[in-house]
């Protein structure tokens, strides 16, 4: 399948362009590339262990793993020469797929902390709108909150700020059906607001119901790219790539 | 409530207690000068948390503020026996000290830090009595100094004294802005969520950093003070017991709470000078066990004693 990836093309709203990355010694990322037209929702599939979340947090600059070559541009911006806050601030936001909060630190705490590096987006009416659960709980300790509603102040943490890109690991991983159906009410909302957004889940099936488009990565290559229709068509490359 | 918030209560509260300080305080036993040697210790202590808040544990803060004092002595040796000119050229001197050693040992964390710091604060003081010992008058400390003055008055007694007083009542409002900001939220989750806060487009090596210096800089300035208040420079200003008792009485008051070093500083000073008339040589000794129990039994501190006292007491008469 190696044939399908595409040439990037610096004329993208955001491009990964051949990064390879490492965890010390351990080569992960090697050599992907993909590009994302402004307000496309991807969907970033593969089995455990292919490089999803190693990906994610090249893109999102993490200390690790450390990128050794390639680029990676969000609308014209070189965010390979940048540090993971400088990422940040202009505009990509992660919501990893550990405890996604800050402890010691209340809901609304949370959301001021997002809002200290400018520049910023929702206020906080406009979040406690959307989000009527943290509202009530604005006060309460965030570790404290049930696994859904600290995914939401994740999210919430997000469109706090400036946000152009948004990289979503496992949004829906450890979560009762009932709270799946909300986060992805949630995220339904996101998607209309027209927010560029990768999506890496386990839950193939549900993240495809979001996407416009998929990538399925395997062993840190490129597998497949093209239409979420596609993949739910295919049931070899199903059964190949995501055993579903 | 209008103006009158808690904030105004506080601070009001504050300032009435140092300012009559020297008043009630010769009821307790303490004598003429101890109270504002207690107040240079306390701004010294109170800049301390505001880098403790941040979970970074420095045993080299006695750097900054014997830097300071021996810039401050030099100048009203050399210069003027004018403090303003001499409190300037300690606060800058040592701040500027305090930004290259924060850019060095901020990199690392934990016990890597601490044992960093510590490092660095031995190596100037063991510079301060070797290599320039010329300009420092080595083991002897910095004697010889005039009596310091403002606009002419000699600074002596209950002058040095206001004057400590007005640095801590500023330094404790500042502290207290500083920890009720954002800035501040920033700096109390920096102890356990770094790369979280990178993630949110804050730069935290900067942050780490500002804390670093904001702390130095009382410590600079309760460095002058000290050497104002007596104008004599000990080389043990520099030493690391000076970074160890700043720690212990950090611990002891209640780290976090502003209150409690600062409570912590005045509770050491005052067992050390008027428990050691009873306890003679015997008082290091029970301050240590003090220490040990307060570690073991109250982690919080005074501040932490007295809260769960009051809770106590609300329960007590809720019964
Ligand atoms: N900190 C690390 N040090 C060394 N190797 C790592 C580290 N983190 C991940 N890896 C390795 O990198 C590879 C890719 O891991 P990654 O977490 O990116 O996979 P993933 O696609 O997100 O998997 P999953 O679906 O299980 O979350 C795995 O083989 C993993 O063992
Ligand atoms: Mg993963």
């Known amino acids: 399948m190696s044939e399908m990836i595409q040439k990037p093309d610096s004329n993208a709203f955001f491009s990964v362009q051949d990064i390879h990355s490492y965890y010390g010694e351990s080569y992960i990322v090697q050599g992907v590339s993909f590009e994302i037209a402004e307000r496309e929702i991807v969907a970033l599939l593969g089995r455990n262990g292919a490089g999803k979340t190693s990906t994610l947090r090249t893109i999102a600059r993490a200390h690790e793993p450390f990128l050794k070559k390639g680029k990676i541009v969000l609308n014209g911006m070189p965010l390979h020469q940048l540090e993971a806050h400088q990422a940040a601030q202009i505009g990509v936001q992660l919501v990893p797929e550990d405890r996604r909060i800050i402890g010691g630190a209340t809901v609304e705490e949370n959301l001021i902390l997002a809002q200290i590096a400018k520049p910023i987006g929702w206020s906080f009416e406009q979040i406690y709108e959307h989000f009527p659960r943290l509202a009530e709980r604005r006060k309460q300790q965030a570790t404290t909150l049930s696994g859904g509603e600290q995914q939401m102040l994740a999210v919430a943490r997000a469109l706090a700020r400036d946000l152009k890109l948004l990289l979503l690991d496992e949004p829906y991983e450890g979560l009762a059906p009932i709270i799946v159906r909300e986060i992805e009410r949630i995220l339904l909302e996101v998607k209309k607001l027209g927010i560029t957004t990768i999506i890496v889940e386990q839950n193939a099936v549900a993240a495809l119901k979001l996407a416009d488009r998929a990538i399925i990565l395997d062993t840190g290559l490129v597998a497949f790219d093209g239409s979420a229709q596609e993949v739910l068509d295919n049931k070899e490359l199903r059964e190949e790539y995501l055993a579903i | 409530m209008g103006i009158i918030n808690r904030g105004t209560i506080h601070l009001t509260v504050f300032a009435l207690i140092v300012l009559t300080f020297p008043f009630w305080f010769e009821y307790t036993g303490g004598y003429a000068g101890l109270d504002t040697k207690i107040i240079i210790w306390a701004i010294f202590a109170l800049g301390f948390d505001l880098l403790l808040i941040t979970g970074y544990l420095s045993f080299g803060h006695a750097a900054f503020f014997g830097i300071s004092a021996y810039a401050t002595g030099l100048m009203l040796l050399h210069y003027s026996s004018n403090i303003i000119e001499a409190m300037i050229v300690g606060v800058v001197v040592s701040t500027i000290a305090a930004v290259i050693i924060g850019f060095l040992t901020l990199r690392r964390t934990g016990i890597y830090f601490s044992v960093l710091t510590l490092a660095f604060g031995e190596m100037f003081h063991t510079a301060a009595v070797s290599i320039f010992s010329g300009l420092t008058g080595g083991e002897n400390g910095l004697t010889g100094l005039p009596t310091p003055t403002l606009f002419g008055e000699k600074m002596q007694g209950s002058n040095v004294f206001y004057l400590c007083a007005i640095f801590l009542i500023i330094g404790f409002y500042l502290a207290r802005r500083i920890t009720r900001s954002p800035f501040g939220l920033m700096l109390k989750s920096l102890k356990s969520n770094q790369t979280r806060l990178e993630y949110i487009g ?118």
Do not use: C
């Open chain 2, 202 to 319: 804050i730069n935290v090596q900067f942050y780490k950093n500002s804390a670093f210096v904001l702390s130095s800089i009382y410590a600079a300035v309760a460095g002058s003070l000290m050497v104002i208040y007596e104008p004599y420079v000990a080389t043990e200003f520099l030493e690391w017991k000076t970074s160890g008792t700043l720690v212990i009485m950090s611990v002891m008051g209640g780290v976090g709470t502003l209150f409690g070093p600062m409570i912590g500083a005045a509770f050491m000073l005052y067992f050390e000078n008027v428990a050691s008339v009873f306890l003679e040589e015997q008082w290091l000794l029970a301050l240590g066990i003090m220490f040990m129990a307060i570690v073991v039994y109250l982690p919080g501190g005074f501040v932490d004693g007295y809260k769960r006292m009051m809770r106590h007491w609300v329960k007590k008469n809720q019964a």
